[in-house]
């Protein structure tokens, strides 16, 4: 039996909803540490009602998103994964796994900014491991958005061609696309401004998208002639289409038994 991370409270392994009790016991310990918000709470329930939705697996559009989301990190010239608190709490291992797979750098990027929270996200991301983090003391604003939404670094995904944006907010995905980089969001929702500005959505839960993603890089490892045909066929509006295709068709034969 694992120790609930909350608290005294364990969470029995073979409990129905195991995993998804351990990633709410994630984030109410990330809340507590000051690296999760309030409203990261309320986001994670909002992702947990759309991850119902497509059963709580990896669907097949989600997969095609995550080999293409490898194969743009791979040939970037500078791919950055963009890191907010729910990011941090839930899947840091995977954050460095990641970075180290494709060579992306990690930056701490927040809605809800505060430079004391900044600083316990870069130190947690370096308990798991994390070498080279931007965090504290941003020094550029992303276009079109002049407030604290915009902070972030020259030399992090302000410069960056290709950004990795889990549970990303809608105004700051667009912003990075206005931009005209490479935007690859993690969102369960397909229906959210950020899934719907992205370059790559993928519509999956973090925790299970990050590892695919790392996964399908190594796989692809150096085979530039397999990462440029991933590229050149890549089609997100095809692939929010097969995701709505899936939902729908699920609940089609859901309504039939
Ligand atoms: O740490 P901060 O200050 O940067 O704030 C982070 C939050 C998440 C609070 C902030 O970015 C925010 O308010 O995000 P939104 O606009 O609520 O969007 C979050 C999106 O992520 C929603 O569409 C959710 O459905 C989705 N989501 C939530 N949990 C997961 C998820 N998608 C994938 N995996 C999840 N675990």
């Not at 009790?21 to 540490?33: A, E, Y």
């Not at 995977?94 to 060579?103: A, P, R």
Request: hydrophobic residues 40%; proline residues 5%.
């Amino acid at each position: 039996m694992l120790m609930n991370p909350a608290g005294s409270n364990t969470v029995p392994p073979d409990h129905p909803r195991y995993e998804s009790l351990m990633k709410r016991s994630r984030l109410i310990s990330g809340f507590k540490d000051g690296i999760v918000v309030p409203e990261g709470l309320i986001a994670h329930g909002r992702g947990e009602m759309f991850d119902y939705l497509l059963g709580e697996v990896t669907i097949e559009p989600a997969s095609i998103s995550e080999r293409a989301a490898a194969a743009f990190m791979l040939n970037a010239r500078m791919p950055v994964i963009s890191v907010n608190g729910n990011t941090a709490a839930l899947c840091p291992e995977g954050i460095v796994e990641l970075s180290s797979v494709t060579g992306a750098r990690i930056e701490v990027n927040l809605f809800h900014w505060s430079e004391e929270r900044a600083s316990a996200i870069k130190a947690h991301l370096q308990r798991h491991g994390a070498r080279e983090i931007l965090a504290e003391g941003p020094d550029a604003a992303l276009e079109g958005l002049h407030h604290n939404r915009g902070k972030c670094h020259v030399d992090g995904i302000y410069s960056a061609d290709v950004v990795l944006v889990p549970l990303e907010d809608g105004d700051r995905a667009q912003a990075l696309a206005r931009m005209g980089k490479v935007v690859i969001s993690i969102d369960l929702n397909p229906l959210s401004r950020t899934s719907l500005s992205a370059t790559v959505s993928i519509v999956d839960e973090l925790t299970r998208a990050i590892p695919n993603i790392s996964r399908f890089a190594r796989e692809l490892g150096r085979d530039q002639k397999k990462i440029m045909g991933i590229i050149r066929e890549y089609d997100n509006s095809r692939v929010l289409r097969a995701v709505f295709d899936y939902i729908s068709k699920r609940f089609e034969t859901l309504a039939r038994e």
